[in-house]
C-alpha cells in the first residue's frame, strides 16, 4: 500500500502540468462567483466606514448589521456556492475521466488533446457511475438512519444525561463517514476498471471493483486515513491564516497567495489518490470475475440499462 | 469540595450564626408563611399546611383577601396559561397525553381562628374572562382587617406537580418545585406605585409574565425520601431523620417574597463562599467539572452588584443545574435560590452557562429586591437585569468576546443583546410599556429584555459613569425591598441629573423615557451626502471693453473649498447626535446636534475637502437600527471587500474541491 502511495505520489509530481489546468479551472468558475460577490460588496457596503471594523479583527456587531441589512444582496452568493458545487461534481466527472485515461492509457504523459479525448470518452460511463453509487449512498443512509433515529428517539425519553446522546451521534457520524468512503472507494476502482478495461458495463465493474475492494480489504481501508489528507490541509490553513491574519492590504495579498497554493495543493492531493489507487490496482489486480459471474452479469446490465 | 454531610455541617454551622442576622430587619415582613410540606414521590403530590401571617399596611381596612393557585394554570386546556401559550413554554411542550403530564393545586381548608372559609372561597380571573382559570381565588373576610392589623390564615393544600413546564414541575426523579403554595397577592395602598386607589393586585398565570409578591419570613418545613438531596430558597436551620425513611428540612428565609425547593437523589453537592455568603450549587454528576463555571459566575456577580448597585443582604445563594429532561426548568429566578442551566461537553468559550447564572442572580435584586411588579411592568426586572448581565459577562470574560470566542469568531453579551432587537424582523411590533400578557402582536422579549437593556445601556453612554452609578445606588438604596414602579425610577433619573453641572439635555431626561417606553419608532440618522466645491471669486461673462469676457478665477486668497454633509434622521427617534467629520488633511471636527430637525448640514471653508463623516464615533447609541449607515466615506473602502471576497473564493473552490467525484 505504501508502495502505492508513494508511486503515486511520484506520478503526481510528474503531472505538475494536469494539476495546473485542474487548479485553473477551479479557479475560473471560482472567479466566476467571486467577481461578482467583489462587485456586489463595493456597490453596498464599501463607502461605509464600518467595513473597516472587520479589517483588524472580526467584528460581530458591524457583520450581523450588515447581514441584516443586507440580507438580499448576500443570498444569492450563498446559492451561487450551493449551485456552483453541484455543477462542478458534474464538471468532475469529466476531469476524472482525463485524469484516469492520461494515467492508464496515455502512460502518465499528460497532453491536453487527449486529455480531453478521454474526459469526453468515460464521461458517460462515469455519470452513470455516480448515480449508481449516489442511489446506493442514499439507501445506505437511509438504512443507517432509521436504528439511529430509533435509539435517539428512545433514549431522550429515558437517559439522564445528554452524553450519552453525544456519544452515540459521534459513533454514528464516524459510521456515516466510513461508509461514504467505501462508497467513493467504490467509485474510484470502478472508474479504474471502466478505463482499463474500457468496458461499457457500469455496473459490471462495480461488481469487479466490490471483489477488488474485498480481497485487499486490509490495505484498502488504509485509504481512508487519506480522509485526513483534505482536513489537515485545511487546519493548517486556518492556523496560518490565524498566524497571518487577514488585517492589511499586504497580508491580504499574502493570504490570498497562499489560499491559491493550498487549493492547488488540494488538487494535488485528489490527483495523488488517484494515481496510487491505479499504482495499488497494477500492482494487485488479477481475473476478478467467475465466468458465471460474469455472465449473468451481462445479462443484469442490459435490463438495468433499459431501465435507466 | 463535594459532600454528602454537608446538610449536616449546614446544621450546625446554621444555629450558630442564623438567629443573629434575624435582628436585622430589612423589609415590611407583612407576608410571613410557617409550611410543612411533604413530597410523595410516588404521585409527584405535595401535600401541605400553611400558616399564613398578613398584615395590612395599608390606609384602607380589607375585607377580602387574593390568592395565587398558580399551579391550576397546568390543569387543563382551558386555563389562561395553557391558552396564551398554546401549551408551549420556550419551546417546551405539554405531554397531553399523559395524565401525569398535568398539574393543579387544591385548598381543603381554610380557617381565620375560629371562622371557617374554606366555602367562601371562589375563582376570579382579574386580567381575563376567562371563567375557567383557577389560578386566583378570592375569599371573604366576616369582618374586615383595619389599617396595622395582621391575620393569622390556616391553610390545608394538596397539589399535583406537572411534568416540568414553565420551570416548575418534576422530571423523573428531580423535582423544581415553585409557585407550589397558595400566595397572597399584593395588597396596594393609593398611591403605591402611581395606583389612585388601593386594591389587591393579583394577576392570573400567564404564558409571558412573572410574579409580584410582598415580602416576609419563611419557615417550611420539608418532608422527603431520605435519599433525597435538597436545595431551597433561605437557610437550612436542621434536619431530622423520621421513621418512615423520609428526612425533614427546616428552612428559614428572612425578607423574601418567595419560596422555592428542589429535590433529587442525583445532585452533586458543590460548596464555595464570597464574603459572608455561602455559594451551593446541586450539580448533575455529568456536570460536576462545570461546577467552577457556577461558583465563579456567581462570586462575579454578587462583586460586581455590590460595587455597582448595593450589598447583598442575604447569607446564602443556591444554584440548581437541571438534568437534561429537566430543562425545561432552566434559567429561572428565585429569592437565594435559582436555576441555571448547562450541557456536557460545552467548551469554555461557550459560556451560556455564565450568562444564566449571572442573569438568574441578578434577579435577586430586579425583582427580588427591588421588587417590582413583573406582571405589569417587566422591564424592571429583565431589562434591567439583562442590562446588568451584559456589563458583568462584558466586564469579566472580555468586551466583544464574553459570550462566544471560537475560531476567531466571537461575540459579547452587550452586542448579543443589541443583535437581538436590531436584527428584528419587525422592530415595531409593540413598545415596552405594557402589560407582559398583552403582546398581541408578540415581541414580549425583545420589548422586556433586549430593549430596556440597550436603552440602559445607552443611557449610561449618554450621562456619563458618575451619573448613572449614582442613579443606580439611588434606586437601589431609596427602593430595596420595596415596589417600585418605571417612573419612580425616572424621577430618581431626573432629581439625579439634575445635581450635574455638565448636564446637556434640557432640563430633564422625560424626552428619552418617552421615546424609549411609550412608543415603537426607530433610531436611524444616516450620512446622506459629502459634497465639496471649489471656491470660485469670478467665474462666468464679464464686460469688458465693449465685449463680453469669460472668466473662471478661483479664489486662493482664502480657502480652496467650500465642502459639506448632510445629516438626515430617517427614523422618528430623535436623538442627539455627535457628529465626527474628517478631512482630507487630517483635521477632524466633532460637531453636535440635537438630532431634532429630519436633516441637517455642517458645511465648512477649508483648504482640504471632507473626505469622510461618521456619526456617533464612539457607539453610544446602541438602539441605532442601521450602523452601515452612520458613516460615509467619499472613497471605496476596498481593502475589507478585497478580504471577504479573497475568502468567498477560497471557500468555493474548496467546496468545488470537495464536490470532485
Ligand atoms: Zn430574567
Redesign the pocket.
Known amino acids: 500500500m505504501l508502495i502505492s502511495f508513494i508511486e503515486g505520489f511520484r506520478i503526481s509530481l510528474r503531472s505538475k502540468k494536469m494539476i495546473t489546468i485542474i487548479y485553473l479551472s477551479i479557479l475560473i468558475f471560482g472567479l466566476l462567483a467571486a467577481i461578482p460577490f467583489f462587485g456586489s460588496a463595493k456597490t453596498n457596503f464599501a463607502n461605509s466606514l464600518l467595513i473597516n471594523d472587520l479589517l483588524k479583527d472580526f467584528d460581530y456587531r458591524a457583520y450581523s448589521d450588515l447581514t441584516h441589512n443586507f440580507k438580499e444582496a448576500i443570498a444569492p452568493f450563498i446559492s451561487i456556492i450551493q449551485w456552483f458545487g453541484v455543477g462542478y461534481l458534474f464538471f468532475s466527472l469529466f476531469l476524472s475521466a482525463g485524469i484516469l485515461g492520461t494515467f492508464i492509457k496515455n502512460e502518465n504523459e499528460y497532453q491536453l488533446k487527449t486529455f480531453l479525448r478521454f474526459s469526453g470518452k468515460y464521461f458517460g460511463r462515469f455519470a452513470k457511475l455516480f448515480l449508481y453509487t449516489f442511489i446506493l449512498q442514499l439507501i445506505s443512509f437511509a438504512v443507517l438512519t432509521i436504528p439511529f433515529a430509533l435509539i435517539i428517539t428512545s433514549l431522550v425519553d429515558t437517559v439522564q444525561s445528554e452524553s450519552t446522546l453525544v456519544y452515540i451521534s459521534l459513533v454514528y457520524i464516524q459510521i456515516f463517514v466510513a461508509v461514504f468512503y467505501l462508497f467513493s472507494l467504490l467509485a474510484d476502482y470502478t472508474k479504474i476498471i471502466l478505463v482499463k478495461e474500457n468496458s461499457n458495463q457500469v455496473l459490471k465493474s462495480m461488481w469487479s471493483s466490490v471483489k477488488f475492494i474485498y480481497r485487499n480489504l486490509k490495505s484498502i481501508l488504509l485509504y481512508i486515513l487519506t480522509f485526513w489528507f483534505p482536513v489537515s490541509i485545511m487546519l493548517l490553513y486556518l492556523l496560518i491564516e490565524d498566524v497571518i491574519g487577514m488585517t492589511s492590504g499586504f497580508t491580504i495579498v499574502l493570504m490570498i497567495i497562499f489560499q491559491q497554493v493550498f487549493v492547488w495543493f488540494r488538487v494535488l492531493g485528489k490527483v495523488w489518490i488517484l494515481a496510487s489507487e491505479v499504482s495499488f490496482y497494477d500492482r494487485k489486480s488479477i481475473t476478478l470475475l467467475t465466468e458465471k459471474e460474469d455472465e449473468e452479469l451481462d445479462e443484469f446490465e442490459d435490463t438495468v440499462t433499459e431501465t435507466v | 469540595m463535594k459532600s454528602k454531610i454537608i446538610p449536616l455541617l449546614l446544621f450546625f454551622i446554621s444555629i450558630q450564626i442564623y438567629p443573629q442576622t434575624d435582628k436585622i430587619i430589612l423589609s415590611e415582613r407583612n407576608a410571613g408563611y410557617n409550611i410543612k410540606v411533604t413530597l410523595d414521590t410516588e404521585n409527584k403530590t405535595l401535600t401541605g399546611n400553611e400558616i399564613l401571617y398578613w398584615k395590612n399596611i395599608t390606609d384602607f381596612p380589607v375585607d377580602e383577601l387574593q390568592f395565587h393557585l398558580y399551579l391550576n394554570a397546568f390543569k387543563n386546556t382551558k386555563s389562561t396559561f395553557m391558552k396564551e401559550s398554546g401549551m408551549r413554554h420556550r419551546g417546551f411542550g405539554v405531554d397531553v397525553e399523559d395524565s401525569l403530564a398535568w398539574g393543579w393545586i387544591d385548598i381543603t381548608s381554610m380557617k381565620t381562628g375560629n371562622e371557617d372559609l374554606t366555602k367562601l372561597i371562589k375563582f376570579i380571573h382579574p386580567d381575563d374572562d376567562n371563567i375557567d382559570d383557577q389560578t386566583v381565588i378570592s375569599v371573604p373576610l366576616y369582618k374586615s382587617l383595619e389599617p396595622g392589623e395582621t391575620i393569622q390564615v390556616d391553610i390545608d393544600f394538596t397539589a399535583k406537580l406537572p411534568k416540568i413546564m414553565a420551570r416548575t414541575g418534576f422530571s423523573d426523579d428531580y423535582y423544581l418545585v415553585g409557585q407550589w403554595f397558595p400566595k397572597i397577592g399584593v395588597f396596594e395602598n393609593a398611591g403605591q406605585r402611581r395606583r389612585e386607589t388601593a386594591g389587591w393586585n393579583c394577576h392570573q398565570f400567564h404564558s409571558n409574565s412573572e410574579f409580584y409578591a410582598d415580602f416576609g419570613v419563611y419557615n417550611v418545613d420539608i418532608t422527603v425520601p431520605e435519599k433525597f438531596i435538597v436545595g431551597a430558597t433561605g437557610v437550612l436551620q436542621k434536619e431530622i431523620k423520621n421513621r418512615d425513611n423520609t428526612k425533614t428540612l427546616y428552612y428559614r428565609a428572612n425578607d423574601v417574597l418567595d419560596f422555592a425547593w428542589t429535590a433529587s437523589p442525583l445532585f452533586e453537592v458543590v460548596e464555595d463562599k464570597w464574603k459572608d455568603v455561602n455559594i451551593k450549587v446541586l450539580l448533575q454528576p455529568q456536570h460536576l467539572a462545570q461546577a467552577k463555571r457556577h461558583t465563579s459566575s456567581v462570586k462575579n456577580a454578587l462583586e460586581y452588584f455590590e460595587k455597582h448597585l448595593g450589598e447583598f443582604p442575604y447569607p446564602s445563594m443556591t444554584i440548581v443545574d437541571p438534568p437534561f429532561r429537566g430543562l425545561a426548568s432552566a434559567?429561572m429566578?428565585y429569592p437565594m435560590f435559582i436555576t441555571a442551566g448547562c450541557l456536557w461537553g460545552i467548551p469554555d468559550e461557550l459560556k451560556y452557562t455564565e450568562m444564566v447564572t449571572i442573569?438568574?442572580f441578578?434577579?435577586n435584586y430586579f425583582m427580588g429586591i427591588l421588587a417590582s411588579n413583573e406582571f405589569e411592568e417587566a422591564w424592571l426586572?429583565?431589562g434591567f437585569?439583562?442590562y446588568f448581565e451584559n456589563m458583568i459577562m462584558d466586564n469579566y470574560y472580555g468586551e466583544k468576546h464574553s459570550k462566544i470566542d471560537l475560531f476567531g469568531y466571537h461575540a459579547g453579551d452587550e452586542e448579543q443583546s443589541v443583535q437581538g432587537f436590531t436584527s428584528m424582523r419587525n422592530p415595531f411590533v409593540a413598545k415596552i410599556n405594557n402589560y407582559s400578557w398583552l403582546y398581541p402582536n408578540g415581541g414580549y422579549g425583545v420589548s422586556s429584555?433586549n430593549k430596556p437593556a440597550i436603552y440602559l445601556s445607552t443611557l449610561a453612554n449618554l450621562l456619563g459613569e458618575k451619573t448613572s452609578e449614582k442613579i443606580m445606588h439611588t434606586y437601589f438604596d431609596r427602593w430595596k425591598f420595596k415596589h417600585p414602579c418605571g417612573q419612580d425610577f425616572i424621577d430618581i433619573v431626573n432629581e439625579v441629573v439634575k445635581e450635574d453641572p455638565g448636564f446637556e439635555y434640557g432640563s430633564d431626561m422625560n424626552w428619552y423615557f418617552n421615546q424609549m417606553l411609550n412608543s415603537t419608532n426607530v433610531c436611524d440618522y444616516t450620512v446622506s451626502s459629502i459634497s465639496s466645491e471649489r471656491q470660485k471669486e469670478d467665474w462666468g461673462l464679464f464686460d469688458k471693453e465693449g465685449g463680453k469676457n469669460f472668466v473662471i478665477k478661483e479664489d486662493n486668497t482664502t480657502y480652496k473649498y467650500e465642502t459639506k454633509t448632510i445629516i438626515t434622521r430617517l427614523g422618528e427617534i430623535k436623538m442627539p447626535q455627535e457628529i465626527l467629520i474628517h478631512f482630507a488633511d487630517g483635521e477632524e471636527i466633532l460637531e453636535k446636534w440635537d438630532g431634532k430637525s429630519r436633516m441637517k448640514t455642517f458645511t465648512y471653508l477649508r483648504n482640504y475637502p471632507i473626505d469622510r463623516v461618521k456619526i456617533d464615533p464612539e457607539n453610544k447609541i446602541l438602539f441605532e437600527q442601521k450602523i452601515y449607515n452612520n458613516s460615509l466615506s467619499t472613497k471605496k473602502e476596498t481593502v475589507v471587500v478585497w478580504k471577504y471576497a479573497a475568502k468567498f473564493l477560497f471557500w468555493i473552490q474548496n467546496t468545488m474541491l470537495t464536490m470532485f467525484n
Open positions: 434559567g429566578e442573569h438568574e441578578g434577579h426586572d429583565e437585569n439583562t429584555y
